[in-house]
């Protein structure tokens, strides 16, 4: 076999956020089959490229994941340099961890690019460090897709202190919500939901955890994903801070950047 595969991190969509490996990996490709949230300005950046959206949301039904696998092989065994392209990082909730396993069972040489997730860089480009001395010693990062799945680590944590990011959380706010609040957390915790951040289209809402499950996603933004951070930390964003400055005066909390 002389093809291979890079399973490459696209970060946030920004071309400027992704890493010097992901570009040289990207220039070289012969193949890059890329996700949904991959944006066209990063997939500029492999001319030389055939490639091909697998991505789960597309018109059509999401490609199954053993196809994506099947191709990648059958490109690698063929001596293509393959990229399988992804967004934020390629192991967080993205399926990675899956795609090595099966090049690694064909015996297929890969390697694999960190991309910087939009667990930590929405909040990031939010102005929100997740961690900040005095207010929070640690962050976690969940999945807001199935309740089986977040309602037991959130029930682990503490009300103060930590900051909790949920990905793919956003049909789920008022449910995530409405168990914080049950789980002790004051209604006036800030909370953010970070809507197509590292795009152009970037939204930012920042309000008290309370107002989390009424907050609207704008028309227009109806298919972005979106990114929850709940804790003392989002009091830090400049948003927020326009918020704190605007109380009294009957401004809402909400503001769009
Ligand atoms: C299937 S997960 C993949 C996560 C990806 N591997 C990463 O590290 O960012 C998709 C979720 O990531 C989050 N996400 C991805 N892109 C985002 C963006 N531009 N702004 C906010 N959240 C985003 C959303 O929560 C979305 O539902």
Do not use: C
Not at 61 to 70: N, V
Not at 206 to 219: C, K, S
């Amino acid at each position: 076999v002389s093809g291979r595969v890079a399973i490459v991190g696209a970060g946030p969509g920004d071309p400027e956020l992704l890493t010097l490996r992901a570009v040289r990996e990207l220039e070289r490709a012969e193949l890059v089959l890329y996700d949904a949230l991959v944006s066209p300005e990063v997939l500029a950046l492999a001319p030389n490229a055939q490639r091909f959206s697998v991505g789960k949301r597309a018109f059509r039904p999401s490609m199954r994941q053993e196809t994506i696998h099947a191709l990648m092989i059958r490109a690698a065994r063929r001596g293509k340099r393959v990229v399988r392209l992804k967004g934020g990082d390629p192991f967080v909730f993205g399926r990675g961890g899956e795609e090595v396993l099966a090049l690694r069972a064909a015996g297929i040489p890969y390697e694999v690019v960190p991309g910087i997730s939009s667990s930590v860089s929405a909040p990031a480009l939010a102005g929100i460090p997740v961690t900040h001395r005095g207010l929070a010693a640690a962050f976690t990062v969940v999945s807001g897709h199935a309740e089986a799945a977040w309602r037991p680590v959130l029930a682990g944590i503490a009300p103060r202190g930590h900051t909790v990011v949920v990905l793919m959380g956003l049909a789920a706010r008022g449910a995530i919500a409405a168990f914080l609040l049950e789980r002790g957390f004051a209604p006036t915790t800030p909370t953010a939901l970070l809507l197509a951040a590292g795009t152009p289209r970037a939204h930012t809402w920042i309000g008290p955890l309370e107002a989390l499950a009424g907050f609207e996603v704008p028309v227009g933004l109806a298919d972005a994903p979106g990114t929850i951070v709940v804790g003392d930390v989002v009091g830090l964003s400049p948003a927020a801070l326009r918020r704190e400055a605007a109380e009294g005066d009957g401004e809402a909390y909400a503001h769009a950047r």
